[in-house]
């Protein structure tokens, strides 16, 4: 098959990526912050005092930290692990809505559509009454769950080829480094401003705010465009000779796209296209480039593209799920990866570190928070500077191994019986850690490149709200049963003492992260037998 050049100038190649990149590149993972804040944003407000109980920081009866949610709601286990997945269910019907729009109106009008609900969640969030909040953390994750599926896309399909491993993966970092920064403000917050958790809640009215205030420099998908745009392709050029001789040109580079002709790449130097979609998609690539990149080339690229996807003839047809399941292998992907990122065990870290970290015994649970949080940050610009060097199945393998090491380890610790409980809490740590640092440079961020670059653009963002709507409801499970699953396997029972519950806690702890290390180690045979390298 003959290899097509993609918009890159062979004579002076630079994949350095501009200015004007990153600065869409971060105005639209600011929404992937917004969704990192939001879905962790309770965590950090779920401190108790010396006893561990929420209702005697109600009734001031033990002394808990000023702005912790507990002095103003009589919050039972149940309610908190109601609240928490309130954001959950809404993130799993959110990404399940969110492709049809961003399908038929644009990846640009979801996103900035999709602002307001995080302004109205976070203002009902913060209100201090027990329904609104239930009310604002749903809204939230109805916002929550359309950033899951739209930034992934569109940043995918902005990226100059060479640079979409890294610019892709900006997604996840800023959702690990919104994790960092709710653990960190809220530990002020929260330790020294009486109410602190509700400033906390309220904190994401600023960001959306300042999204919609700096809209103008957020860009339209041009593959989109291309997509979307009408009519014959010759008719949004000028009138000139130079149009047969386009079409031509074209034409021939559908024939080595799709691997009929051995010829070389033909030649687009040809005009650029006058007026509606076609012309803003060449315009939002120049924008996009720096300025000795080629991008008439790359432009007549997607668009032979476009037509090799559609020759079908249903171009004009919403994309169905009989069209979307013929690409069962990349199914078979996606859907596994985003289970296995889920059903590895993160989320209890990010919904719970903070009562998990005081159960396994570590006296000081929000600065382990934000410790790992930190770490989170960190190990994923790792994955982001690597994945497309090192590769994306490569950080996938390397990075489980890390994972099934710590959960190994966690769980061994955590069930034994011969080792002190500040012992089994400082080590209860440095294992959540090395596993977080495992899991941000593999599951964490990979999959988001790899979910992008196997399905065609047509079926794409329907497949992607399917994988992560397996995502949220492995995530809904995880953040309805967590606390639960903790007591049952340990066995804790009405009526026990405090250290027989705490130790009863602990070990359940430990059986809880022992489960999560037999799935990862079900998660390394799936990636070593049916996940490809895609970084070409």
Request: hydrophobic fraction near 50%.
């Amino acid at each position: 098959m003959v290899e097509v050049t993609k918009g890159q100038d062979t004579a002076r190649p630079d994949n350095s990526i501009p200015l004007s990149t990153w600065a869409a590149v971060l105005l639209i993972s600011a929404q992937s912050f917004l969704q990192g804040y939001c879905f962790s944003s309770l965590n950090p407000c779920l401190v108790t005092g010396s006893n561990n109980s929420g209702s005697d920081c109600f009734h001031g009866l033990d002394n808990c930290a000023k702005g912790s949610i507990y002095n103003d709601l009589n919050l039972s286990t149940l309610e908190v692990q109601v609240a928490t997945s309130l954001t959950v269910a809404g993130g799993w019907v959110g990404c399940m809505m969110g492709s049809y729009p961003a399908e038929k109106f644009g990846r640009k009008i979801t996103l900035l559509a999709n602002v307001f609900f995080f302004i109205v969640g976070s203002a009902m969030a913060a209100s201090g009454n027990l329904v609104a909040l239930f009310i604002g953390r749903f809204i939230l994750g109805l916002g929550v769950g359309i950033v899951s599926v739209v930034p992934p896309v569109l940043l995918n399909e902005i990226a100059p080829e060479a640079s979409r491993g890294v610019i892709t993966t900006f997604h996840q970092l800023m959702i690990t480094a919104a994790i960092f920064v709710v653990n960190m403000i809220g530990y002020g917050f929260v330790t020294y401003v009486p109410h602190g958790w509700q400033y906390l809640q309220g904190l994401p009215i600023v960001l959306a705010l300042l999204i919609l205030a700096l809209h103008s420099h957020i860009p339209e998908s041009p593959k989109w465009l291309i997509a979307h745009a009408t009519g014959p392709y010759t008719a949004s050029f000028s009138a000139t000779e130079n149009s047969v001789n386009e079409d031509a040109s074209l034409a021939n580079l559908e024939i080595a796209l799709e691997g009929q002709d051995r010829q070389d790449p033909p030649d687009l130097n040809s005009s650029v296209p006058s007026g509606g979609y076609f012309k803003r998609a060449h315009e939002t690539l120049r924008r996009l480039r720096n300025a000795n990149w080629d991008v008439d080339a790359e432009f007549h690229t997607l668009v032979a593209e476009n037509r090799v996807q559609n020759r079908s003839g249903i171009e004009d047809q919403p994309v169905s799920w009989s069209e979307v399941f013929a690409c069962r292998e990349a199914m078979i992907i996606g859907c596994g990866l985003l289970f296995f990122q889920a059903f590895t065990g993160i989320n209890t870290v990010v919904f719970y570190s903070t009562t998990i970290f005081s159960l396994a015994g570590f006296s000081q649970a929000i600065i382990g928070s934000a410790c790992w949080s930190f770490l989170n940050v960190i190990m994923t610009g790792v994955a982001a500077h690597l994945i497309d060097t090192v590769g994306r199945r490569v950080l996938l393998l390397r990075g489980t191994y890390v994972m099934i090491v710590a959960l190994v380890v966690l769980a061994v610790v955590l069930l034994s019986d011969h080792i002190s409980e500040k012992t089994q809490g400082d080590i209860a740590v440095a294992a959540v850690l090395v596993y977080v640092a495992g899991f941000a440079v593999s599951l964490g961020a990979v999959p988001w490149t790899i979910i992008s670059e196997i399905m065609p653009t047509r079926p794409r963002m329907k497949a992607v709200s399917l994988f992560l709507s397996i995502n949220w409801g492995a995530n809904l499970l995880i953040g309805l049963l967590t606390l639960t699953a903790i007591d049952n396997l340990g066995g804790v029972k009405n009526g026990m003492d405090d250290d027989a519950q705490a130790q009863a806690e602990t070990k359940g702890v430990g059986y809880l992260y022992m489960i999560f290390g037999i799935l990862t180690a079900i998660c390394i045979v799936f990636v070593h037998f049916l996940v490809p390298e895609t970084k070409h």
